[in-house]
């Protein structure tokens, strides 16, 4: 079973912290993506990453950041929290790998529920 | 506006009935999948139908695509109580290489009553 494991279920820090989510992914998964989810807007792609030390910016990149140094590990660091980024992050991965069950079908984690103050 | 776009976005219906969510998008697709979230928790992979399949079925799930319409439909039969959750339809577009970059849409909530 692919298992998709993020550092926080909940996290609240303050305005200006720098914040570290971490997502590590056991499948050997060439892709790694952070969305954000908000009420009413659906998930949002912040970055996403195909490959060890790649990154591509999605949707929404302002003030985020990430960084991929190991093929099963994927972070997303807010140099400088704001109110505005509280929300629900959600990590996933798939593979590059076209199978029999299905083409670019991501694992999600649980979730990491942020409230900056 | 959104590549997916859910209607309804907000389903309530007694166990036992079935519900219909649609999923329209814009440009041309290689795949569009569905997924589930229950409350809080991240999103579950349902059934995924390629640009060249018009039907597929997996269990209680029946998912419908019509390319002409750039539409699609996920039916659940017999619905229960356990199938509340929220439904994202999900589009891989053509060109999209091999990121596996989704774009999803807005997400429509299922409420079974017991």
């Known amino acids: 079973d692919v298992k998709v494991t993020q550092s926080s279920r909940y996290l609240v820090k303050r305005t200006g912290e720098k914040v570290f989510l971490e997502c590590v992914q056991d499948?050997?998964?060439?892709?790694m993506f952070w969305y954000r989810q908000d009420p009413g807007l659906g998930l949002r792609l912040i970055y996403f990453?195909?490959?060890?030390?790649?990154?591509e910016k999605g949707d929404i990149p302002e003030g985020y950041s990430v960084s991929r140094e190991k093929k099963e590990r994927f972070s997303l660091i807010l140099e400088s929290a704001s109110t505005n980024q509280t929300s629900m992050y959600l990590c996933?991965?798939?593979?590059?790998?076209?199978?029999?069950?299905?083409?670019?079908?991501?694992?999600f984690g649980p979730g990491t529920r942020l409230t900056v103050t | 506006s959104q590549q997916g776009e859910e209607d309804p976005q907000a389903l309530s219906i007694q166990e036992g009935e079935n519900a219909t969510m649609n999923c329209s998008y814009k440009?041309?697709?290689?795949?569009l999948q569905w997924y589930r979230q229950n409350s809080g928790r991240g999103l579950v992979h349902l059934i995924l139908?390629?640009?060249?399949?018009r039907e597929k079925h997996s269990g209680r799930l029946r998912v419908t695509l019509d390319t002409s319409k750039k539409s699609s439909s996920l039916l659940i039969t017999a619905s229960r109580a356990a199938d509340t959750a929220s439904y994202f339809c999900?589009?891989?577009?053509?060109?999209?290489?091999?990121?596996?970059?989704?774009?999803f849409g807005q997400g429509t909530t299922l409420q079974v009553k017991p």
């Open positions: 440009t041309s697709i290689n795949n």
């Open positions: 996933a991965s798939s593979s590059h790998r076209i199978g029999a069950d299905g083409t670019y079908e991501q694992y």
């Open positions: 999900a589009t891989a577009l053509s060109f999209s290489g091999n990121t596996g970059k989704l774009i």
């Open positions: 139908i390629r640009s060249n399949e």
């Open positions: 499948m050997d998964h060439e892709n």
């Open positions: 990453s195909y490959d060890v030390k790649m990154k």
